[in-house]
């Protein structure tokens, strides 16, 4: 029972596993804070840095009134049927962050939402940062080796301040039969930047959501990027949507897909509906063993001098490539595992070291799991 499991450190090895695959520290080295979730149980919001609040979602919004300003703002309640799920419950669970003004993470803040025994678990999380703040969060979302079935709705609104740079990076590691829907947006002001990162190459049942962002603040910057791989059995619907919105403003969506027999759907949206703005989005999947990656990027400009592009590429390895590494003394398998992983090994522009090797670490799992 969740009730059992106060800590990270209370879990089985094996879970305790599945955890430092989507980056999580059990013994919180190297992290700034550390917010843990089981089930419906909250069971740990702290902070370890001066400057960064952590708080359990109804805590925060018991201690500042102004907090109900940004609650339910940027994702309507409405928005379907997981929102209203998440709206509708009477005691909300989630986290908030608050990043204050000027404040700076030297190491990672780190969210664990761990699914034990519960059908739902629900969240709905806040970050704020403030005027020159620097945040770096990890969210870890697995389910336990004994959970069977599912499903995790998460809600999360991101509000990036002036001249703020925050980056959020979220591995997933669930079950077969586990499905999950976030639900997130984020705001960024004048010069601030939001760089959004998301690993997700373990088995899965079902996976749908669509990050948004309003880039409102002159000189605003997003970026998505998506490393997925869908195993037989898997579906997933995978997209973000970037609106510019002020001079300067400038989005990239970014996506790495590989099939090994299931479903991806991977969109990307981005309008430009002021002068001067840019964005492009690009998607490249690989068909190693039969399945489907369905690319639909878009876009849209509503004014002259908008610069906006898009490339999308699916296909599988070129054997000229196999046989070339082949040549340099490598099995075929040795060969098909290098293409792959150097596909997989996106270097993501901005990205601290420390968040880059928890990314490189969850392609390395998926490698010995033979993806």
Known sequence: MSEDIDRMADLSEQDQERLAQTGLEVDLKNRSGSFFQVDQDIKQAASLEKGIEVLAIADALEKYDWLQEYSWKLVPRDKDQYTRYVAGQPEPNGFVVIARKGSRTVYPLQACLFLARSNVQHVHNIVIAEE???????????????????????????????????????????????????????????NGAFLSNYVCMQPVKRIQMSPVAYLKGKNSVGRFSSIVVSTSGSYMD????????????????????????????????????????RGHIECKGLILR?????????????????????????????????????????????????IIRGFLDVKITGLPDVLQKQIDAAIDAAEHSGF
């Open 238 to 277: 995978l997209g973000s949507v970037a609106h510019l919105l002020a001079e300067g403003a400038s989005a990239e969506l970014l996506t790495r897909a590989i099939t090994t027999g299931g479903y991806i759907v991977s969109r990307g949206m981005i309008e430009g509906q002021v002068r001067n703005t």
């Open 132 to 190: 020159g703040a620097e945040l770096h969060i990890i969210s870890g979302c697995a389910s336990a080796s004994y959970a069977k079935t599912g499903s995790h709705l998460g809600v999360t609104e991101f509000y990036i301040g002036r001249n703020a740079h925050v980056t959020s990076t979220m591995i997933h590691n669930w079950g077969d039969e586990i499905s999950v829907f976030p639900r997130s947006a984020s705001v960024v002001e004048e």
């Open 290 to 338: 039969d399945g489907v990656i369905h690319a639909i990027p878009e876009i849209k400009g509503d004014v002259v001098d908008t610069e906006l592009s898009h490339e999308a590429a699916v296909g599988k390895i070129a054997r000229d490539e196999i046989e070339y590494l082949m040549s340099r003394g490598l099995s075929e398998d040795e060969a098909t595992a290098t």
